[in-house]
């Protein structure tokens, strides 16, 4: 599983390079291997590092630890989500269940980024939902019932107040939750490296080849050497399929954001100097933008599915003409030549919008697939299933154990040709918001 990602990602490259990466070339036998070093992965090695002071942890990237995903993504802490996959949620128990574990998932980066005093541009700004379409009121409006009867402090706001809170008149209509979380996703992933307990190796650079489970004892080789573990956890997310793992009940979907540089101080003044933002779109497929607080747009407005291994230059060049036309939407006072940086990701999605969290049988356990709210779920899922591996329980557990599971998915070629005209469907409602 060769990943070739990118060097345009600005999160990733706002941080120091690191010089203590380690790659092997021989051959290891540990008593627990965790397959893939993004949040999830090295949770899942911090507390199994924990429990088990004096065993063998190994974990194993197919690239740089933390510059998958988890650096990739667009750094919102989510505590509730409007449009989770291509469904919506009608049944308030259901939502309840997700919203419980979005939860869980906050506290759970809470009690990391406290216990190792993280720096991480944490900003608890909550976030907006937000629309140029006046007729989705009544969608935001329905979704404040929700909100509502679960107790989720919120509020809708109109164009005027949104103006002078975003910096931007093309919003007509937005909902605000107030429990949501902006943060910078590669200082807490580059964190959670740093902190990773002493009798943890962490393997960078070393694609899994293939894995085979026999007499109970889990092989697996790579590209320059193989390891034989008696228990493996696999934390690959969007690349769970190419692994053999839950393959009928999971899909990558790959994205592509830009970030500007920062505004200069009479650019800043030109959009009224609001404090840093994030929003969401109202609709599937709309555009995701940021304010940070360095005064930095982010935005990302396209999903697809993509060979997830790679996406050229020349392709990602592409992408960054649709992003530039976004932020230029929104902001037509801002120069042509703002953007800085564009890189791509992948997120990995089930039909049904739930998580894969599981015991496969007594040596091999999984936990992905977060639907774009990998920050915090993926946390929690990772201290988690090492929990669950280790043969123990928490009420944690029993919250993630209570949701739906994920549903089974079409075979190929028909698995992707519902994804693409789903996409294509998704891509023309929300053709404003883009």
Same mark, same amino acid.
Not at 295 to 298: E, G, P, Q, T
């Given at each position: 599983?060769d990943?070739?990602n990118?060097?345009?990602c600005?999160w990733?490259n706002d941080?120091?390079p690191?010089?203590?990466?380690k790659?092997?070339s021989?051959?290891?036998n540990?008593?627990?291997l965790?397959?893939g070093?993004?949040?999830?992965?090295l949770?899942a090695?911090?507390?199994?590092?924990?429990?088990?002071?004096?065993?063998?942890i190994?974990i194993?990237?197919?690239?740089?630890a933390?510059?998958?995903?988890?650096?990739?993504?667009?750094g919102?802490?989510?505590?509730?989500?409007?449009?989770?996959?291509f469904?919506?949620?009608?049944?308030?128990?259901?939502?309840?269940?997700k919203?419980?574990?979005?939860k869980?998932?906050?506290?759970?980066?809470k009690?990391?980024?406290?216990e190792?005093?993280?720096?991480?541009?944490?900003?608890e700004?909550?976030?907006?939902?937000?629309?140029s379409?006046?007729?989705?009121?009544?969608?935001?409006?329905n979704?404040?019932e929700?909100?509502?009867?679960?107790?989720?402090?919120?509020?809708i706001?109109?164009?005027k107040?949104?103006?002078?809170r975003?910096?931007?008149?093309?919003?007509?209509?937005?909902?605000?939750?107030?429990?949501?979380?902006?943060?910078?996703?590669?200082?807490l992933?580059?964190?959670?490296i740093?902190?990773?307990?002493?009798?943890?190796n962490?393997?960078?650079n070393s694609?899994?080849?293939?894995? *085979?489970?026999?007499n109970g +004892?889990i092989?697996?080789?790579?590209k $320059? /050497? &193989?390891?034989?573990t008696?228990?493996?956890? =696999?934390a690959?997310?969007?690349?769970?399929?190419?692994?053999?793992?839950k393959t009928n009940?999971?899909?990558?979907?790959?994205?592509?954001a830009?970030?500007?540089?920062?505004?200069?101080d009479?650019?800043?003044?030109?959009?009224?100097?609001p404090?840093?933002?994030?929003?969401l779109?109202?609709?599937?497929?709309?555009?995701?933008?940021?304010?940070?607080?360095e005064?930095?747009?982010?935005i990302?407005?396209?999903?697809?599915?993509?060979?997830?291994?790679?996406?050229?230059?020349?392709e990602?060049?592409k992408r960054?003409?649709?992003?530039?036309?976004?932020?230029?939407?929104?902001?037509?006072?801002?120069?042509?030549n703002i953007?800085q940086?564009?890189?791509?990701?992948?997120?990995?999605r089930?039909?049904?919008?739930?998580?894969i969290?599981? *015991?496969i049988?007594?040596? +091999?356990?999984v936990?992905?697939?977060? $639907? /774009? &709210?990998?920050?915090?779920?993926?946390t929690? =899922?990772?201290?988690?299933?090492?929990?669950?591996a280790?043969?123990?329980?928490?009420?944690?557990i029993?919250?993630?154990?209570e949701?739906n599971?994920p549903?089974?998915?079409?075979p190929?070629?028909?698995l992707?040709?519902?994804v693409k005209?789903?996409?294509i469907y998704?891509?023309?409602?929300?053709?404003?918001?883009?």
């Open positions: 599983m990943v070739v990118d060097n345009g600005s990733i941080l120091s690191r010089s203590n990466i790659t092997f021989s051959d290891l540990c008593e627990w965790i397959i070093a993004g949040y999830t992965g949770s090695a911090r507390k199994l590092g924990q429990l088990y002071p004096k065993q063998k190994l194993v990237d197919a690239q740089l933390g510059e998958g995903a988890s650096s990739r993504n667009s919102y802490l989510v505590d509730t989500t409007l449009n989770d996959g469904t919506s949620n009608k049944e308030l128990e259901n939502y309840k269940k919203a419980n574990i979005y869980l998932g906050i506290e759970a980066v009690r990391f980024i406290k190792y005093q993280v720096d991480c541009d944490w900003n700004c909550g976030k907006y939902f937000a629309s379409k006046k007729e989705d009121q009544k969608i935001l409006e979704f404040s929700t909100l509502s009867k679960l107790g989720f402090e919120h509020n706001l109109f164009n107040d949104l103006t002078k975003l910096g931007t008149n093309f919003y007509n209509i937005a909902l605000h939750t107030k429990g949501g979380i902006l943060l910078h996703p590669g200082k992933v580059r964190a959670m740093d902190t990773l307990p002493g009798n943890v962490l393997y960078e694609p899994l080849l293939n894995w *085979k489970k026999i +004892i092989n697996c080789n790579f $320059n /050497g &193989s390891i034989k008696k228990k493996i956890i =696999f690959t997310n969007g690349y769970l399929k190419s692994l053999g793992i009940y999971n899909f990558p979907i790959t994205l592509t830009s970030m500007t540089r920062s505004l200069t009479s650019e800043f003044k030109s959009i009224g100097e404090k840093e933002w994030g929003v779109p109202v609709r599937p497929m709309g555009a995701t933008i940021r304010l940070t607080k005064r930095r747009i982010l990302r407005n396209t999903a697809e599915v993509h060979n997830p291994y790679q996406m050229s230059k020349s990602l060049k960054q003409l649709k992003q530039k036309f976004g932020i230029k939407k929104r902001f037509p006072q801002l120069p042509d953007i940086s564009t890189w791509s990701g992948v997120v990995s089930t039909r049904n919008s739930s998580q969290f599981e *015991k049988n007594d040596n +091999i356990f936990a992905g697939c977060y $639907n /774009g &709210s990998g920050i915090g779920v993926g929690l =899922f990772g201290e988690q299933i090492a929990i669950k280790s043969n123990e329980n928490s009420k944690e029993k919250t993630i154990e949701r599971k549903t089974w998915l079409p190929q070629p028909f992707n040709i519902g005209t789903r996409l998704e891509r023309f409602r929300a053709r404003s918001e883009i």
